[in-house]
């Protein structure tokens, strides 16, 4: 069993527990047990009653005492818990278990299009590329552009949608991909060094804010539309609105890009539910593939 010494120190209500070997790297002041999650040590001496703080660095552990008690009734408890659990965990600070990485397959409205779902916040934001030359900073996309079957690639929070060459057959390429994708991110690969990104610039980017009519219809699209067409691997943005002809134009994005089915639905679903919930202000909506 590790011998643990006691020291005093210039607090009369701080004791030092000094063992004969470095205990941590770097240190650790915690207070309350929420903050000792991963430190066994800490949770022990926080169930004393007058235990209030206890900071730990290098090879001691100080613990601090309220006006309960004097350290000569209870420091030698204090030493016999440090030194039992340092013999059950020596290393005091445990690493937290890792959750497996986990990708499945979906499949989109759109024929060309799959999507690979991670249990990973890939990226903040969305990430669309439509070659390997617009894919030099984001590595992932860079690796998956080197299959000769992937033909685009777009990233958002905790899927890859990967667009297909036409020759290339779902059924042979899915698994493959899926796989590929699950060990890349078990590597801890990067997976894009610009963390918020598009290769479009919408309208709320390049202007300081959006008119009224602007900002409600994209309150829409963010509450009614967006969550759905995420569920499918793809992204509608708007871009602009004519206020002369009424009309609301959108990029699509991702699997939405090129899918017959989302130009149906764009017409179908979103102009009626636009000009359902914004009646005379707008008239059309105008698709335009990302």
Known sequence: MMEIRIENT?????VKFVA??????????????????NIPLAQELLQLPFVTNIFITANFIAVQKNEMVDW??????????????????????????????????????NNSVMKFVTNKILVEGIIELKNVEDAKEVPLAQYLFSF????????????????????????DISMEIRYNISEYIKDEKEISY??????????????????????KIQNILDEYVLPAVAGDGGNIDLIAFD?????AK?????ACSGCPSSTITLKNGIEGLLKEMLPNEVEAVEAING
């Open 250 to 254: 959108m990029i699509l994005q991702g």
């Open 10 to 14: 210039p607090n009369k209500n701080i």
């Open 194 to 215: 610009i963390k918020n990104f598009s290769t479009h610039k919408p309208i709320k980017s390049t202007q300081k804010e959006f008119s009224d009519i602007e900002k």
């Open 72 to 109: 000569d009734m209870v420091a030698d408890e204090v030493k016999d818990l440090i030194e039992d659990e340092l013999l059950a965990n020596p290393t005091v600070v445990l690493q937290p278990r890792q959750s497996p990485i986990s990708v499945y397959v979906e499949m989109t409205p």
């Open 243 to 247: 206020e002369e002809t009424k009309t």
């Open 20 to 37: 004969p070997r470095t205990l941590v790297e770097g240190s650790y002041e915690i207070s309350k047990l929420q903050q000792a999650a």
């Open 148 to 171: 000769p079957y992937v033909k685009e690639v777009f990233i958002s929070d905790n899927f890859v949608s990967i667009t297909k060459t036409e020759e290339a057959s779902w059924e």
